[in-house]
């Protein structure tokens, strides 16, 4: 399972390829983007017209992710949204795969991306493979909207038929609920819903 671009990947992964699995969790996902996201489609485009295809665009990445620190209460680095453990937040900024700034077009296909995955014809595909599906995340992860994103995937996914899915919003919980400081409960929850 995976997390933040992860379970939006897994969500279309279901969409394409769901009947070679026989279950799945997201981890810090999210339901339908907001409308506002379509802006950034425009300026993207724009950027890529006027700067190329291959030009780091800071621009893009702080509408994308600019804003995911602001719901920290004095926060000591820019990622600090992801988990409070701040030997994890270091782990993270010190490793060269992270953290770092995309070419333009990554951002178009994002956005791109997450409105395709919750395209009605798309969403259909999963009705039809009666697969568990279970969705968890902490209620302070602005990737899933403080938990209503993760509400609103829920529920677009009981509107279409999906039985067998639940999900489990943690209090406090930001966005790497496995290296939060409750990350046992959550290894736990994982463990008796693989069980059932």
């Known amino acids: 399972f995976g997390h933040s671009m992860g379970s939006f990947l897994s ?27 379509k ?15 291959n030009k780091r665009s800071g621009l893009m990445d702080k509408l994308s992710f600019g804003g995911f620190n602001k719901s920290v209460k004095n926060p000591r680095t820019s990622f600090d949204w992801l988990c409070s453990d701040e ?63 993760i509400i609103s995937l829920y529920e677009s996914y009981k509107k279409i038929g999906v039985k067998d899915i639940s999900y489990k919003l943690y209090k406090d919980g930001r966005h790497e609920m496995l290296n939060e400081a409750n990350k046992d409960e959550v290894i736990n929850d994982i463990v008796k819903w693989l069980e059932k």
């Open 11 to 37: 969500q279309r992964y279901i969409q394409m390829y769901g009947d070679t699995i026989d279950a799945i969790i997201l981890s810090g996902s999210n339901g339908s983007p907001k409308a506002f996201t």
């Open 39 to 53: 802006a950034g489609l425009a300026v993207a485009k724009f950027e890529m017209f006027i700067k190329g295809n």
């Open 87 to 149: 030997n994890e937040v270091d782990k993270y900024i010190n490793d060269e795969y992270c953290g770092f700034i995309y070419p333009t077009p990554f951002y178009y296909d994002l956005i791109n991306g997450l409105w395709d995955i919750h395209k009605n014809e798309n969403l259909e595909k999963i009705k039809a493979l009666d697969i568990p599906i279970y969705i968890f995340a902490g209620d302070r992860d602005p990737v899933g909207y403080f938990g209503e994103g």
